[in-house]
């Protein structure tokens, strides 16, 4: 896909507030690294325009969709996700009856954006058997014909390893023969301290930046980079890859402390 003098543009004043320090985000006096966020180009803010800081008695659902159903084996049960009421999101997994349950959250309809910084700041869980997620999508993802720029799914943050490693990805292509991944494994035992942890993605028009507690993890533009916007996920799953849950003690609780999206601004 060939880029205008408006999208050159873009991408680079992105690529220079990936690498250059700078004035922080624009909520007060804050900065940057107090968001645990990369900081900006000189002259440049990041501009916060979506967040969820579960700062309320339920979930919002003009925000969120809580999905009921199979998955996997398992259960995505809406139930299994509650605030704690002191500005947390509760993702618990447990035992339902004779099922495993874990829950999902996604902004499927409600929200829907192509490129930005997508950040979490979350505490992960920490017996094995399931793994957390934080996530972008959309059904564009089964697509095939331009690579991922009409769909990707981007793995910000997985947390099927139990030792500090991290794996970010993406999925294009659909999911059946024609499926195409590249993934990415980041090591960083300070995640294994059981205190909250920020996961973030800069995503431009060129490039997908990864980033672990505000510091660069993966650059890529694998799959041609996503041209179409996608909703957010925070789910948990449970499988094989992330051990066996019936040796996990539950419940165990991935639990967000807010969700936030920024554009790179003057």
């Known amino acids: 896909m060939r880029c205008n003098s408006m999208t050159s543009k873009v991408t680079v004043l992105w690529i220079a507030g990936l690498l250059i320090s700078g004035l922080g985000v624009s909520q007060g006096q804050d900065t940057a690294q107090d968001h645990g966020l990369p900081l900006p180009a000189s002259g440049h803010t990041w501009k916060l325009v979506w967040q969820d800081d579960f700062s309320g008695n339920e979930i919002d659902t003009a925000k969120w969709e809580l999905p009921n159903n199979e998955r996997r084996g398992h259960l995505w049960r809406a139930d299994n996700a509650y605030l704690d009421k002191a500005g947390h999101l509760v993702m618990e997994t447990s035992k339902v ?5 874990s829950p999902c ?28 997620a934080f ?22 943050m997985e947390w099927p390893y139990r030792d500090g490693r991290v794996q970010h990805a993406l999925h294009w292509d659909g999911y059946g023969k024609d499926h195409k991944s590249k993934g990415h494994v980041s090591k960083n035992e300070a ?16 490039e ?6 505000g510091k660069e ?3 890529t533009k694998d799959g041609g980079v996503c041209q179409v916007p996608l909703y957010i996920k925070l789910s948990v799953e449970i499988g094989d890859w992330a051990g066996d849950i019936t040796k996990a003690t539950l419940p165990d609780y991935f639990v967000v402390d807010y969700v936030r999206v920024y554009d790179l601004v003057e």
Do not use: M, Q
Request: hydrophobic share 35%.
């Open 97 to 101: 009856g004779d099922r495993f349950a």
């Open 217 to 219: 993890t993966w650059r």
């Open 191 to 206: 995640l294994l301290d059981g205190k909250f942890h920020t996961f973030a993605l800069a995503w431009s028009p060129e």
């Open 208 to 213: 997908y930046v990864f980033y672990v507690d």
């Open 105 to 132: 959250l996604r902004t499927r309809g409600k929200y829907e954006k192509a490129f930005g910084l997508f950040v979490t700041r979350c505490r992960l869980p920490k017996t094995e058997g399931h793994w957390s």
């Open 135 to 156: 996530w972008l999508y959309n059904g564009s993802v089964g697509k095939v014909g331009e690579e991922g720029r009409d769909g990707t799914e981007i793995d910000i």
